[in-house]
T-cell receptor
Framework: KAGVTQTPRYLIKTRGQQVTLSCSPI?????VSWYQQTPGQGLQFLFE???????NKGNFPGRFSGRQFSNSRSEMNVSTLELGDSALYLC?????????????FGDGTRLSIL | DAKTTQPPSMDCAEGRAANLPCNHS???????VYWYRQIHSQGPQYIIH???NNETNEMASLIITEDRKSSTLILPHATLRDTAVYYC????????????FGKGTKLSVKP
């Protein structure tokens, strides 16, 4: 069974640009969550989508947004990029609606802002 | 979700058992204990989870104390490839959404 796939693996952007990252969950998984990982702040939750609806959101500015498609694939977008947005962005999927099901992570997209 | 406390680092000799402790003294009756690990440059990998009984799978064993205030992850025969940061996370039963990651324990397996 294929795992969570994130594309691209690496990305370089400049300040002020915007970026879109993609995540394909494990087949059958309907919940997709996004996390940001930086050396200073560690792993922090961005948002979670289920059935194309955002149902949980972390403490990040509105420049960070996401969406989920009917096939459960998800994208996240960051607008007006800042140097501090340089990070590893991780996507995780899980079987929604089933108690205690763990989240499974992809290997992330490493975003560097110049 | 309850807070967890883990030692920042541990060493283990290759081939020996690695025992990683986690304190979660404020855990509620409806909270599960999850363990993940993250090898450099990869995403976190799910290892195991449990509520109150000890659990074992092909990767590890999870021992939860009777009062549920602490747990230990056991890697029975550590290899160099088990060198990683290990995270202990407590999460409400049935909850969706976010996992709250602490700083974890950096396990170094040495030859």
């Amino acid at each position: 069974k294929a795992g969570v796939t994130q594309t691209p693996r690496y990305l370089i952007k400049t300040r002020g640009q915007q970026v879109t990252l993609s995540c394909s969950p494990i087949s059958g998984h309907r919940s997709v969550s996004w996390y940001q990982q930086t050396p200073g702040q560690g792993l922090q939750f961005l948002f979670e989508y289920f059935s194309e609806t955002q149902r949980n959101k972390g403490n990040f500015p509105g420049r960070f947004s996401g969406r989920q498609f009917s096939n459960s694939r998800s994208e996240m977008n960051v607008s007006t990029l800042e140097l501090g947005d340089s990070a590893l962005y991780l996507c995780a999927s899980s079987l929604a609606g089933q108690e205690a099901q763990p989240q499974h992570f992809g290997d992330g997209t490493r975003l560097s802002i110049l | 979700d309850a807070k967890t406390t883990q030692p920042p680092s541990m060493d283990c000799a290759e081939g020996r058992a690695a025992n990683l402790p986690c304190n979660h003294s404020t855990i509620s009756g409806n909270e599960y204990v999850y363990w993940y690990r993250q090898i450099h440059s990869q995403g976190p990998q799910y290892i195991i989870h449990g509520l109150k009984n000890n659990e074992t799978n092909e990767m590890a064993s999870l021992i939860i104390t009777e009062d549920r205030k602490s747990s230990t992850l056991i890697l029975p025969h550590a290899t160099l490839r088990d060198t990683a940061v290990y995270y202990c996370i407590v999460r409400v039963r049935g909850s969706q959404g976010n996992l709250i990651f602490g700083k974890g324990t950096k396990l170094s397996v040495k030859p």
